[in-house]
T-cell receptor, first 110, second 115 residues
Framework: GQQVMQIPQYQHVQEGEDFTTYCNSS?????IQWYKQRPGGHPVFLIQ?????EVKKQKRLTFQFGEAKKNSSLHITATQTTDVGTYFC??????????FGAGTRLTVKP | DSGVTQTPKHLITATGQRVTLRCSPR?????VYWYQQSLDQGLQFLIQ???????AKGNILERFSAQQFPDLHSELNLSSLELGDSALYFC??????????????FGSGTRLTVV
């Protein structure tokens, strides 16, 4: 079963509003990755976080890895219609097992 | 173009039939992963190969099998197809550095429709 939980499953926002998706693991992760899948497209790698408490930014996107390396978040500031898609987290455990979250589908109303 | 090539892009077949999906990984990537994505669902991990050897198995049915060839391309074989097997099948590849995987590069997927 899914061992990486991601919430919310769906998020609908007005353009310009912020958006956050959360990823939680039942076990400590060695690293976590984030992907974006546009409607009708394939998942595209966004970023990888490795260190406890790590924060990385890509323009309006902010990625965080929790201190215990069990949770992560992706925050988008001032969403745009181009942000539409499904955002997946994927956590790797020390035994090399990589698990994807179920994804958060973001829709943006112009 | 992501560098991972999947063929065919679309496949329509009847129940009970057998199909083969093909994947060429990005140049230099030794690991190949297969995922199944049903309509509006997440990514279900099927199987991983690393440099020709099976590395990990996920929720792969016994009717499904895969292999990775010496040139590193991989094939996913789906047999005795059922309506419920209709889905997008993605192949991804990656490198591993000191046991840690780099980001996956996904192909564009094969959309399988079983009628």
């Amino acid at each position: 079963g899914q061992q990486v939980m991601q919430i919310p499953q769906y998020q609908h926002v007005q353009e310009g509003e912020d958006f956050t998706t959360y990823c939680n693991s039942s076990t400590t992760l060695s690293n976590i990755q984030w992907y974006k899948q546009r409607p009708g497209g394939h998942p595209v790698f966004l970023i990888q976080l490795v260190k406890s408490g790590e924060v990385k930014k890509q323009k309006r996107l902010t990625f965080q890895f929790g201190e215990a390396k069990k949770n992560s978040s992706l925050h988008i500031t001032a969403t745009q219609t181009t942000d539409v898609g499904t955002y997946f987290c994927a956590g790797q455990r020390n035994n090399n097992d990589m698990r994807f979250g179920a994804g958060t589908r973001l829709t943006v109303k112009p | 173009d992501s560098g991972v090539t999947q063929t065919p892009k679309h496949l329509i077949t009847a129940t009970g039939q057998r199909v083969t999906l093909r994947c060429s990984p990005r140049s230099g990537d030794l690991s190949v992963y297969w995922y199944q994505q049903s309509l509006d669902q997440g990514l279900q991990f099927l199987i991983q190969y690393y440099n020709g050897e099976e590395r990990a198995k996920g929720n792969i049915l016994e009717r499904f099998s895969a292999q990775q060839f010496p040139d590193l391309h991989s094939e996913l074989n789906l047999s005795s197809l059922e309506l419920g097997d209709s889905a997008l099948y993605f192949c991804a590849s990656s490198v591993e550095i000191a046991g840690r995987r780099d980001g996956y590069t996904f192909g564009s997927g094969t959309r399988l429709t079983v009628v």
